[in-house]
């Protein structure tokens, strides 16, 4: 297990931490990357975040529109797998 104590940072009008490489490397985690955070059971649980980065050309709420078509449709295409 890993441990360390840190000191809670004032970062403009934030609060930070900083973490130990250590830590990050585990989790390949580097500078730059996108991170999600959940305050789960009174713990704070840090992920690498999953985020797609869309292609050129396909709008942001791409997915939701999908989302929605998906859920629309979703009989009819369980019924395609039967076929």
Not at 9 to 38: A, C, R, W, Y
Not at 50 to 56: A, F, G, R, S
Not at 71 to 76: G, I, L, R, V
């Amino acid at each position: 297990m890993l441990y360390a104590d840190r000191k809670v940072l004032k970062i403009g009008n934030s609060l930070g931490v900083t973490f130990p490489m250590e830590f990050l490397q585990k989790l390949d985690i580097h500078q730059g990357d996108e991170i999600q955070m959940e305050f789960k059971d009174n713990q704070i649980v840090i992920k690498k975040s999953n985020k797609v980065n869309l292609p050129k050309g396909i709008s942001k709420d791409f997915f939701d529109v999908l989302n929605e078509t998906l859920e629309e449709y979703d009989e009819t295409i369980k019924g395609l797998v039967d076929r």
